[in-house]
């Protein structure tokens, strides 16, 4: 079921206009209609036309999803003095920011919703959900990906409703405080929490209770990624287990001292009743992200499940989870969290259902030390199969994956389960009585442990395996062939090699990007002879460099293109010539915002292949293959070039009609608002 529905979310997100999503739903309730058709003698007929119907429902769903989210989208960048009404306070004390999710009050030049940064210490005290503020901020549209196969922002700003995002600037005045500000509990026990422990560690102790990792550090963060143990970060089925867990544990043995409750009532199910509570509750503390939600649903299902005396850990509770999951939030299945969350706890139940896997973990009589290793081994095992369906999913949305995860969460799965979350619960309790700093100690030494061993991990030669832009195809290929692997139960599920093999293959052998090039026409990175790229401006910020660093498959610094001999560059200007195809191309790209002699620049269009500027070029620059100047690239957005062959990919595909791609802009509220009230209201 979870299967179907995505396959027709999928679509939706694939393919890029209404014709050919209304084309997707009588093709998959024709296949609804073919099984019906069939004998009713068998299961196939029922199978075929319960998926036919799930694909239509999760492409109807998503789309119905999107427009029912539409919001406007500011029109362009600007500098606005406005009030609004907080609605959420993200606190990143490790980039010295506060980031406010803020509804502007009359204002309709502005979206509904805008995302604005400010720096710490022009917040004004009493900031929280439902105070308003005076502000004034430098907001700019969502932006597009910088280059194709680079995070999406647009996309997620829309169906979260954000129109508009930037940076405030002082002074930031507070109209009216909130209601109750002591309401907002996560941030007070995230504030609570990183008093406690300093640093990286504090950030990493509150991320564990309340899912918030604003106060982790980039350093450690990157650490953590490329060690693999960045899933310890997101709050998932490791840590509601281990809340639910503690709970069940410690409600019986409180119950079982009361020799009437013992004797008259089941202690297990008061026990599962009081976890499933604790589940919600912590779920709710985290900030219900998706594999938050997935895990406390699973949870859910498993406190069922053993209350009837039924197996509680099967393939049916993931689907369960993830059936739910999508129903509510279709667009969930096309982000990293999703599908990261649910690949690892599918491989994890389809690995221990295997009947050789599950004599191998079952309890026997056997020494301490072989008890040990047996643990050590299931655990190695788990963590491998874990790693390699995790691999494809992190090449495929970040460019890089950590090859030692397996190793390293031999010792950090542990640690974080049975010594820092215990530790952290017992001091956040003692702290009600001042008791609690011997166990915050505790907590602060298990977590730099735990991060000096995702240093050691992530600065191990061979630690992080890079990839350019892996093409969409290769990673459905790799999708369907896991997913055949892990819910067969025969030897039918072999089959499912061929298409993961091959889609991996293709991934593999897919070229690097010889040139990739910002949608503003700003930034540029050309192919090394080295295998490297260069980046045309010097003073390029680090998220740029990261951006185009992972679009070309490159994980180190990327050198300045004017140190490069095949470069010859101004101040102004650079010229590059790159072998490709067995000739060499020539780019020229502007790097300043000064004019230069138009007559001088039609000569050097002339003599280039590619002309690349964040400026309209004069109409006698003709370049022999692409001239890419603003208007140009407002058209396309980034784009990825290859030489041999000739290839271009762009961040707006011709003919995408996604909403996300033709918004309705601000200009156009009060429109909207009459058109609405008449019945007629359609986005442009």
Not at 301 to 311: F, Q
Not at 394 to 407: D, P, R, S, T, W
Not at 639 to 646: M, N, T
Request: charged share 15%; proline share 8%; net charge positive.
């Amino acid at each position: 079921m979870p299967v179907a529905l995505g396959t027709g979310i999928a679509a939706w997100f694939v393919l890029p206009n209404p014709t050919q999503w209304i084309a997707f739903l009588f093709a998959a309730l024709g296949t609804a209609f073919a099984g019906a058709a069939l004998p009713a003698a068998g299961r196939l007929g029922r199978v075929i036309m319960a998926a036919g119907l799930l694909a239509a429902l999760g492409c109807a769903l998503v789309w119905w999803r999107a427009e029912r989210v539409a919001a406007p989208v500011l029109a362009r960048p600007g500098v606005f003095a406005f009030t609004a009404r907080v609605v959420r306070v993200e606190p990143l004390p490790a980039r010295g920011l506060v980031r406010l999710r803020l509804a502007p009050i009359a204002a309709p030049a502005l979206p509904p919703m805008v995302r604005v940064n400010l720096a710490e210490a022009v917040v004004p005290a009493g900031v929280a959900p439902g105070a308003v503020l005076r502000l004034r901020a430098r907001l700019v549209p969502p932006p597009p990906p910088a280059v194709p196969g680079a995070y999406d922002f647009t996309r997620t700003a829309w169906f979260a409703g954000i129109g508009a995002t930037g940076r405030g600037f002082a002074p930031v005045t507070l109209v009216r405080p909130a209601a109750a500000p002591e309401a907002d509990l996560r941030n007070r026990l995230t504030a609570h929490i990183q008093a406690r422990v300093a640093g990286s560690a504090g950030g990493v102790a509150a991320a564990l209770v309340t899912g918030d990792r604003g106060a982790i550090g980039e350093a450690a963060d990157e650490s953590m990624r490329r060690a693999g143990l960045a899933h310890l970060l997101s709050i998932s089925g490791l840590h509601v287990t281990a809340v639910v867990g503690a709970t069940m544990l410690l409600l019986l043995r409180l119950l079982a001292l009361v020799p009437a409750l013992a004797l008259r009532v089941r202690l297990p199910l008061v026990a599962a009743g009081g976890a499933a509570l604790a589940a919600i509750g912590y779920t709710w503390l985290s900030g219900a992200e998706v594999p938050t939600v997935r895990s406390c649903v699973a949870a859910l299902l498993v406190l069922a499940a053993l209350a009837m005396g039924r197996e509680a850990i099967t393939l049916r509770l993931v689907a369960t989870g993830a059936f739910l999951v999508l129903l509510v939030l279709p667009e969930a299945l096309s982000g990293p969290s999703f599908q990261l969350s649910f690949a690892a706890v599918t491989a994890i139940v389809a690995l221990h259902e295997q009947p050789a896997v599950r004599r191998w973990f079952q309890a026997r009589d056997e020494s301490w030390g072989l008890r040990l290793l047996r643990g050590l081994g299931s655990l190695l095992l788990t963590g491998v199969a874990v790693e390699a369906v995790l691999m494809p999913i992190g090449l495929f949305h970040f460019h890089k994956a950590g090859l030692y995860g397996a190793l390293a969460n031999l010792v950090a799965i542990p640690l974080t389960t049975f010594v820092v979350m215990p530790a952290e619960a017992l001091a956040l309790l003692l702290d009600v009585a001042g008791l609690g700093a011997p166990l915050w100690w505790i907590v602060e030494r298990s977590l730099a442990l735990l991060l000096w061993i995702a240093e050691i991990a992530a600065a191990a030669p061979g630690s992080v395996a890079a990839l350019p832009s892996m093409p969409t195809g290769a990673f459905a290929l790799m999708v369907v062939g896991g997913l055949w692997l892990a819910l067969w139960r025969t030897r039918l599920r072999l089959l499912g090699l061929a298409p993961f093999l091959v889609g991996a293959g293709w991934a593999v052998v897919t070229p690097a990007p010889d040139l990739l090039v910002t949608g503003d026409g700003r930034h540029l990175a050309v192919r090394t002879p080295d295998g490297g790229m260069a980046i045309l401006r010097d003073r390029a910020g680090d998220y740029v460099r990261d951006t185009l660093g992972e679009g070309g498959g490159v994980a180190g610094e990327l050198p300045p293109l004017a140190e490069q001999r095949h470069a010859r560059c101004t101040a102004d200007v650079c010229l590059a010539d790159v072998a490709g195809g067995g000739r060499s191309w020539r780019i020229l790209a502007t790097r300043s915002g000064y004019l230069l002699p138009a007559a001088e620049l039609i000569a050097a269009c002339r003599s280039a292949d590619i002309v690349v500027s964040d400026r309209r070029l004069p109409r006698g620059c003709t370049p022999r293959w692409l001239r890419l100047d603003r208007p140009a690239l407002e058209k396309t957005g980034g784009l990825a070039i290859r030489f041999d062959p000739p290839e271009v990919r762009r961040v707006r595909p011709a003919g995408d009609r996604h909403p996300w791609m033709m918004p309705t802009t601000t200009p156009n509220v009060r429109w909207q608002q009459r058109a609405r009230k008449e019945g007629n209201y359609r986005r442009r």
